[in-house]
Structure formats: C-alpha cells, structure tokens
Nanobody, 125 residues
Framework: QVHLVQSGGGLVQPGGSLRLSCAAS????????IGWFRQAPGKKREGVVC????????YTADSVKGRFTISRDDDENTMFLQMDSLEPEDTALYHC??????????????????WGQGTQVTVSS
C-alpha cells in the first residue's frame, strides 16, 4: 500500500495556472495506476486525468483536455497535476489516487484504494 500526501492548490484567477503535487511513500508509484479526481460542492466526484499501469495510456476528461496534464517523477516518487487556463468551473476539492490492481478500459472509471488528503482549488476573480 502507498501513502499519498498532497500539496499545492489555493486561489487563482481565471486563466491562471496551478500545480498540484502528490508525494508517495511506502511503495513505488511507477507500478501503480495514478490519477487525479475532483469533487465540486453538490456534484459527484469526477475523474480528471490518469495514467494506466496496464498499458501506460493517459486518459483525460473532456472538460480538462488540453488544459490539465498529469506527470510523475520517479526519482521523487511524486505525481503532479499541472492545470493551465483555469476556469471557475474547475473549482473543486482535488484528490490524487493510486491503484495497484489494473483494470480494463479508462482508469478514470476504476476504483482506487489509495487516496491523498485532498486540496482545494478555487478559481475566481
């Protein structure tokens, strides 16, 4: 099992950028499917972007395509979410997640056993 600790987030103006970090301990992230999820008030949790350990593919939600990028630094054992051209609709609580067991199809739809503590992102002028 892997322990995930998030950092980053905060308040940003529309059109701005933020980078979220998620540091892992207890295991190596490179053997896990990793992903970022978000939940806005009154809405269901949404998968934002993930990298599948099954085939190395990246899956990105249509709502953030071209604006959000997931990456991983194996030396730091940390995953990142780079968010550009932020919109008010991106305001949400963001969580990183990691899953060891590979599934089928888009990893945005998988269940995950390991979660970060969450960090708030607010996009407002």
């Amino acid at each position: 099992q892997v322990h995930l600790v998030q950092s980053g987030g905060g308040l940003v103006q529309p059109g701005g950028s933020l980078r979220l970090s998620c540091a892992a301990s207890g295991d190596h992230l490179d053997v896990y499917t990793i992903g970022w999820f978000r939940q806005a008030p009154g809405k269901k949790r949404e998968g934002v972007v993930c990298i599948s350990s099954a085939d190395g593919s990246t899956y990105t939600a249509d709502s953030v395509k071209g604006r959000f990028t997931i990456s991983r630094d194996d030396d730091e054992n940390t995953m990142f979410l780079q968010m550009d051209s932020l919109e008010p609709e991106d305001t949400a609580l963001y969580h990183c997640a990691a899953e060891f067991a590979a599934g089928l199809g888009s990893c945005l739809l998988w269940g995950y056993d390991n979660w970060g503590q969450g960090t708030q992102v607010t996009v407002s002028s």
